[in-house]
């Protein structure tokens, strides 16, 4: 298997409870997933949804306490942006924070003894779960809940496990050094993150042309900056 085969999407689907069980998740940080479901109103077929870091940190067995990620809701129109972020803005602080989508909204919400960073994202209007996910750029991210099951992509699951780095060929692509650089910053970032976090990428190659371009867009960062 290589890594552009994440476009070979297989999604499988289970209860939030049997995937709460299953993985044994931290009963507060559960909380705070269905206090924020409740919040935003999650619906499987219209939206909003919760989606990505949190779920893959379920799986990754981390417990409320060592919790340092965010919450991101992933809309399906207009007015449900509009109702999401009027709502949370009467009943918690909203955090002024730029972020690489303009129109997204970010909230800090206090649960026990943490602070935890609620955005809502309007990168754009999704149909579906599925539109969703298959936007990502990495696998490890591709999981979708709407507070009664959860939906992902099979790799999602084995690159968790594995803390393997497959990503979506059809935003990034790593297979040269040159010509295909993504111009996307904010995913080379990503990346990065992951690799010192211990994962890895599968072609020792690919390995090495990401760095090389991340190399090179830390070095043209510099030279804007002179």
Known sequence: MTMSDINSDIFEQISLNDFISHYNADSILIDVIKDV???????HKYGPWIAGGVLRRIVQGV??????????IFINNREQYNEITEY????????ETKSIWSDTYSYNIKYYTKTILVQVIKKEFFESPE?????????????????????YNVK?????????LEYNKKYVDFSTSADKTPSQGWVLKRLEKFLSNGYEFKNKHERNNFLTILNKAKISSQEQYM
């Open 156 to 164: 999602a699951i084995e690159n968790i496990k594995t803390r393997t």
């Open 131 to 151: 539109h969703v996910i298959k936007s990502f750029d990495l696998c490890n991210s591709m999981l979708i809940t709407d507070g009664l099951n959860v939906l």
């Open 37 to 43: 479901c409740f919040c935003v109103k999650l619906s």
């Open 88 to 95: 949370l803005t009467r009943h918690h602080y909203k955090h």
């Open 63 to 72: 417990n409320f306490e060592n919790y340092t990620g965010d919450i991101d």
